[in-house]
């Protein structure tokens, strides 16, 4: 069985194009409309990420981070510009994005804890 890394790799490395990208995004939006996916998504948020995926998260935030910081009118461009973009940031801070990337994952690590806690007291409130 493959890990969670091993199959997050997998299909980040995957090249699709534009086309394939938003028929992924029409099928995955009928798909969060539905109860039984919601209900999936919800019994997941309860439970405590393994490091690989916190450091998913971490990378996605990070990266974001530099995104706007280098380009405030980021989520204003245009779909080419954008794909520009993300090259000029991965060509200039790639390396730096890991590393800030694994600082980010260990804080929230430690809030991780925390979040399952307040997100099963306030379920339990209900």
Known sequence: MKTFT??????????IDISQRKKQAIRM???????????????????VRNSAKLLVTARKQTLMAFKKKLFPDYDNMSLPQ?????QLVMKKYGAKIDKVA?????????????????????????
């Open 29 to 47: 939006t009928k798909l969060a409309k539905s109860s039984a996916f919601q209900a999936k998504k919800k019994r997941t948020m309860m439970k």
């Open 102 to 126: 694994k600082k980010v994952a260990m804080k929230l690590k430690s809030k991780e804890a925390e979040r399952v806690a307040s997100l099963k007291s306030s379920e339990a409130e209900k």
């Open 6 to 15: 091993e199959y997050y790799r997998n299909v980040h490395e995957k090249v």
């Open 82 to 86: 954008k794909v520009k973009a993300d």
